[in-house]
T-cell receptor, first 114, second 113 residues
Framework: DAKTTQPNSMESNEEEPVHLPCNHS???????IHWYRQLPSQGPEYVIH???SNVNNRMASLAIAEDRKSSTLILHRATLRDAAVYYC???????????????FGKGTKLSVKP | NAGVMQNPRHLVRRRGQEARLRCSPM?????VYWYRQLPEEGLKFMVY????????ESGMPKERFSAEFPKEGPSILRIQQVVRGDSAAYFC???????????FGDGTRLSIL
């Protein structure tokens, strides 16, 4: 099962930053931290991933704690379109040939208020 | 670039019939994954295929379910003798290799009458 812990839900106001936390206290040295999100009635969408250093892309930023036991997905300016369920997922770099699947937990349901 | 294409988007079957779900991966992707999402739940992995080979089917029920990814054509998830409990959204994802992010289709919503 998923080895991450996320709050069930969060609320944000439109055009304000959002910080979505994820705890992964049992993370191993070869686990990448991935974030996906799922908008209503759609398939999941890749957001960002990282290993040790903070990462930025056009969608979001990923801040990784120094001990790697937690991370935070940052949406710099929330829009109504960002309302979705956000999943924090660990993926082992050393797949050993067969472990390609993603393990989804319950995620965090983000609501964005106008 | 076209994304992952799944069809049909909605499929209705009666108990005992067969359901065939199709998935065309993104261009250049040879790895395909199938997931199932029951109402109000997260996605659960079913099967992972790489062109003509099943790599991991640990999440797929042993009976009535099968998957293939032929050399030519889309990947097919086949459910024989469907039951009410098979009602769910079935998502397909593809990637260039195991280490790359997975790109998902918009799913097939299967309803069993």
């Amino acid at each position: 099962d998923a080895k991450t812990t996320q709050p069930n839900s969060m609320e944000s106001n439109e055009e304000e930053p959002v910080h979505l936390p994820c705890n992964h206290s049992t993370i191993s040295g070869t686990d990448y931290i991935h974030w996906y999100r799922q908008l209503p009635s759609q398939g999941p969408e890749y957001v960002i991933h990282g290993l040790t250093s903070n990462v930025n892309n056009r969608m979001a930023s990923l801040a990784i704690a120094e001990d790697r036991k937690s991370s935070t997905l940052i949406l710099h300016r929330a829009t109504l379109r960002d309302a979705a369920v956000y999943y924090c997922i660990l993926r082992d770099l050393n797949y050993g040939g067969s472990q390609g699947n993603l393990i989804f937990g319950k995620g965090t349901k983000l609501s964005v208020k106008p | 670039n076209a994304g992952v294409m799944q069809n049909p988007r909605h499929l209705v079957r009666r108990r005992g019939q067969e359901a065939r779900l199709r998935c065309s991966p993104m261009k250049g992707h040879s790895h395909v994954y199938w997931y199932r999402q029951l109402p109000e739940e997260g996605l659960k992995f079913m099967v992972y295929l790489q062109k003509e080979n099943i790599i991991d089917e640990s999440g797929m029920p042993k009976e009535r379910f099968s998957a293939e990814f032929p050399k030519e054509g889309p990947s097919i998830l086949r459910i024989q003798q469907v039951v009410r409990g098979d009602s769910a959204a079935y998502f397909c994802a593809s990637s260039k290799d195991q280490l790359q992010p997975q790109h998902f289709g918009d799913g097939t919503r299967l309803s069993i009458l």
